[in-house]
């Protein structure tokens, strides 16, 4: 499988492993296709692809599945941190739908897909989109007409905020870490930087490129990195944690560079910051774009769990729209290890995640 190395599932492959590693999730990987599926953006797409993965066994009364949607170009095993017999969601009692976004490379993508779609004409996919195309999945393919609940870490924490909003009762809890309802204006300029730095590259050819434009992904890559963990976590030098002997700030700065998401394609990675860029639940049919009233709409428990450090998605900016969600309980992850707490960066948010989120899902059983 492809190994994200952004996140602390990106940091991990920089670090020493003296422990055992434990026993991975059992999954299986599926398709579905959608045939003529028509984006927000007026283009129609005439098959179009979402991967996903299953943990766990739909009992009969379907009645147990729980969904994860990925977050940025992250494949479907993204949320192992959170799924295993010692951890919130228990493969052994619950069915677990892991898909992943447009764009992830895997679902249809700017690198997949055939002309007249291919690389830079690939149409921009919003997270509507996403969800939309998961709910057929769901009800059409899996014949799942409700789930306990949708968790969602980034990307996939939007996804959850724009199921809440377009299925307001199709789950019964909705879980969102270290993402908003909406991308505001400084998170765009954030991304707009990422994309700049990546196209100037020559050879990346207005997305017609016929090698990798390799300067152009490194320069994203280091624009990212500085957003992705807190100041403070640099500070500290909490990169040493686990590293590998021998390792220095250097060589670490260096495998982020050159290493940050391993083969990932160049207009993959565009697209879906288009769709990062796009986000927000009052454009949805019916708000006017307004994300107050969108989120007044909610109509479920939510458990709202920003990173107090996260520089992509800001505390401040969660409990800004904390304060228009019914039924909400904001948790911020106490923690300096930046957007990366959000699915587990250090071993003591994961626990703190693991701990909340399954007494959220459990308060629901009751």
Known sequence: MKKLIWL????????????????????????FVI?????????????????YGTYGHLNEAKDNAVLVPSHYLADFHGYEWLIGADKALDPAKLFIVATELFGSGHSSSPSNTPEPFHGPRFPVTTIRDNVDAVHRLLTEELKITHVRAIIGFSMGAEQAFQWAVSYPTFAGRIVATAGTAKN?????VRLEGQIAALTTDAAFKDGDYTAPPTKGIEAFAMVW?????????????????????????ESFVHDLRTNFIPGADANDLILQMRTWEKHDVGTTPGFGGDVEKALRSIKVPLLYMPSETDLYFPLGDAKYESAFIPGVSLVPIPSLWGHTAGAGGSVADGKFLNEKIGQFLAAGNH
């Open 8 to 31: 602390l599932l990106m940091v991990q492959p920089l670090f020493a492993q003296e422990a055992p590693k434990p026993e991975e999730p059992k999954s299986e990987r599926h398709e």
């Open 35 to 51: 045939t003529n599926l028509k984006t927000e953006s007026g283009v129609t797409l005439p098959r179009a692809l979402v991967v």
């Open 184 to 188: 505001y204006p400084h998170g765009i």
């Open 225 to 249: 990195t500085g957003w992705l963990f807190s100041q403070e976590w640099w500070r500290r030098e909490l990169w040493r944690e686990g590293a590998k002997p021998g390792t220095t700030f």
